[in-house]
Structure formats: C-alpha cells, structure tokens
C-alpha cells in the first residue's frame, strides 16, 4: 500500500520535472536538444535509423515468450518488463528520440527494481521489518532514478546509475545461490560478456565492433532472465514449504 503513494509521488514529482525543462525552453535560454548516437549511427553520419540495433532489440521480448513466464509476482514483472523493453528499445533505436529513450530505459529500470525486489523477499523470509526497509530503499532509489532520468542534460548519467543500482541485485543473486546451492556465474558472466561487448563498441567504434551493441541485446537480457527463472522456482519452492507466506507481507 505504501509503496504505491511513493509511486504515485514519483510521477508527480517526475511531471514537475519535466514541467521545469518546458519552462526552460519557454525563457530566452537556448532550448536543449536531446541526441544520443550509439556507435552504429555514429558510422552513418549520426542520423537514425539504427537498424541492426534496432531489430535485435526485439529478442528481448522474446525471450520470455520462448524461456517461459515466472509464477511468482515480482519474477512475473521483471518477465513483462523485458517483454516490454524489446519493442521500446526497437523504437529508440529507430528513432533515437527522447520518447525512446525513456521508454527503453524506463522499463530497464523497472525489470532491476522487480527482479530486487524478489531478492529481498528470498534473503529476509522471516524478517517482516527488514524486508520493508530494504523495498523502500529500493522503491526510493528507482524513484530518485526516474526523476535524474526525466531531465535532457543528465542523459549520460544513465549507464553509471544503472549500474549501480545492478550491485545490490549481484549481491542479492549471489546471497541467494550460496544459500539454496544454486547456479549463477555462467548466467552472470553471459551478461557480462553482453555488456562488454557494448561498451567495447562505444570505446572504440569501428565497422566491425558496431556490432558489439547487437550482442548486448541478445546476451545481456538473457543472463539475467535465466536466473529470474531458476529464482523463481527457489520461490516456489519457499512457498510450498511454507517458509515463505504468499501473503500481502510479499507482494
Ligand atoms: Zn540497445
């Protein structure tokens, strides 16, 4: 309950934001213009459209679709977040507009804050207390997050505030498996590998590490969507043997 009057603060907050730039624009300052070219277009002039990114975007939404739906709640919405982000990240790469941007990272953001928010509920099944403080810390970060993400000039902050947000979900993961004797390096270094690939094709942008972005797409999201899947069955496990409730107190 809490937690949606801090959501519904968030897009308050977020249209105040926004509201700001607009009255920035409305001033005699030089309007701000958004442009983000990732190493693709930069080869092409910078101009849009980005079409090996583009159309690998849509292996995101598939991969749910293919690997199968999570049964538990916050696992469901990390599902529906990817499956979501494929078809957003095909339009930014299409259009590299700031619609784009924010719809493909947006969803990015809720498919971490998802996927933590179901760590926190496997690594403090018996602490209520502390399992409301840390989904507020949670909730908090991505409502901080959002707010940083609405304004142009702070669009370069995303990777580094993405990333961050990613080391309590590597701990979480890495907690979790230690505990229930569950795999998780290989899945994590695919990711790895993924991002790797992407910022090897931003350092050095050449015909042929341009497609360092394509792999991103599809190694990136498939990591992690793995070890959504074999979590959530940890999940289901903890239900069945009544050591987690499926109540309210969870979800
Ligand atoms: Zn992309």
Redesign the pocket.
């Known amino acids: 309950m809490f937690s949606k009057y801090i959501l519904c603060f968030a897009f308050i907050a977020i249209s105040y934001a926004t509201s700001n730039t607009t009255y920035i624009n409305e001033t005699k300052e030089l309007p701000l213009l958004f442009e983000h070219n990732?190493c693709e277009s930069r080869l092409q002039n910078n101009e849009p459209p980005e079409l090996f990114?583009a159309y690998?975007?849509l292996a995101i939404t598939t991969y749910p679709f293919i690997m199968g739906f999570p049964k538990h709640l916050p696992f469901i919405n990390v599902a529906y977040a990817l499956a979501v982000n494929g078809f957003a990240?095909f339009y930014?790469?299409y259009h590299l507009n700031w619609i784009g941007k924010q719809a493909?990272e947006i969803s990015m953001i809720f498919a971490n804050y998802y996927g933590l928010h179901g760590l926190i509920i496997l690594t403090n099944q018996k602490n209520i207390k502390n399992k409301r403080f840390f989904q507020f810390l949670n909730i908090f970060y991505m409502y901080l997050f959002l707010i940083i993400n609405t304004i142009i000039k702070y669009d370069k902050f995303f990777p580094y505030l993405f990333s961050i947000y990613l080391l309590p979900t590597l701990y979480l993961i890495r907690k979790v498996a230690k505990k229930n004797n569950e795999h998780y390096i290989k899945y994590l270094l695919t990711s790895f590998v993924g991002a790797l690939c992407?910022i090897i094709s931003e350092i050095h942008c050449t015909k042929h590490t341009q497609y360092g972005?394509v792999l991103?797409?599809f190694l990136f999201p498939l990591g992690f969507y793995k070890i959504v899947l074999n979590y959530d069955l940890i999940l289901d496990r903890l239900i069945n043997y009544h050591l987690i409730s499926n109540s309210s107190d969870n979800f």
């Open positions: 990732f990114n690998t975007s990240s930014y790469h493909d992407w972005h991103w797409h």
